[in-house]
Structure formats: C-alpha cells, structure tokens
C-alpha cells in the first residue's frame, strides 16, 4: 500500500490464530496508529485471517481488499513480538548522549514512571507530548494523534509493549 500520513488504515479481525489472541491483535493495530472494523465492507482495508474464515476470505476478496495473516500483519506494523536487543541498544546509545524521549497515552504494559526512570537512569531525558527535537516517542494507548504527529516529524515510535519487554529491570 502507498503510505499516506493522512490516512489511518483500518482492519478487520477474523479466524482463529496461533501466536496472538484477538485482543492482542486488536491493541497491535491500535498501537501502531490503525483502527478495528467489525464489519468488512470497502470501508476497510485490511482483513487479518486466520484459520477457520473462509467465508470472510470471500467477501474479503469480492471487496478487493488486502488479507494479511497473523505474520504478515506483525511485518506490515513492523511489530516484534520478541525483545529487540537493537531497540534497546540505540535508547541506550541516544540516552548516553542526553537525547529527550517523548511519552504519550495511557500506560497499562510497563509503569510510565519506571519507563521514564530507565531512560533517566541511563542518561536521557524525558518529556511529555512530541516535539521535532526528541530521539524517539514511546507511547501507551490513546496516543494515536501523537504517533501520526511524530510520524510526520520522522521520530520513531516505540510501543509501551515493546518497550516493557526490552527495559532492564532497575
């Protein structure tokens, strides 16, 4: 898909899947800035299928709109569900530095003050909202106007849930 800022992708959920359950699958969207349909209509542009939704791969398909699986899904979010080493290495590295953080949403994955106190720890600084001058946004739930404004700016955007598996414990 061309990407356009402008447009926030919407999805649609059906099947049984292997690695993720529904509601998991439902807050990966909604973190990475996209929306949940219920209803498949041309309205959406993205069906998640797992196995047993043959009937919605149909009407999916008559419709014209994309099927991702469960994989192909975390690859189009750029979602790693494992710890990336590589994430942590370049907060550290921006951390050692002095760089700000931004943080944005509600934080029910990791405590927003423990996120704050590891990058705090380490050397960085840490601000709320976005602003052009931050190395990256973490952002918890309801933060979908921030990310699509950091988006814009060019910062990275790292998920309350990709950040709480990769912080050091203090």
Not at 70 to 86: C, I
Not at 103 to 117: D, I, L, M, Q, W
């Amino acid at each position: 898909p061309v990407y356009d800022p402008e447009h926030v992708r919407s999805f649609a959920i059906r099947g049984d899947f292997k690695r993720f359950s529904r509601t998991e699958i439902t807050r990966f969207i909604q973190e990475s800035g996209g929306t949940v349909d219920n209803a498949l209509s041309v309205n959406v542009d993205f069906l998640v299928a797992g196995s047993n939704a043959p009937a919605d791969l149909d009407q999916a398909t008559k419709l014209g709109m994309s099927i991702l699986s469960e994989d192909q899904l975390l690859e189009f979010l750029r979602f790693d569900a494992r710890p990336s080493t590589s994430t942590w290495a370049f907060i550290l590295a921006s951390c050692k530095e002095g760089k700000r953080f931004g943080f944005a949403g509600n934080f029910t994955a990791v405590n927003e003050s423990t996120a704050r106190k590891a990058i705090e720890r380490n050397g960085g600084k840490t601000s709320s909202g976005v602003s052009k001058d931050y190395v990256a946004l973490i952002v918890g739930e309801g933060a979908e106007n921030e990310m699509a404004e950091a988006r814009k700016l060019g910062i990275p955007v790292i998920d309350q849930a990709q950040f709480a598996r990769i912080v050091e414990p203090e």
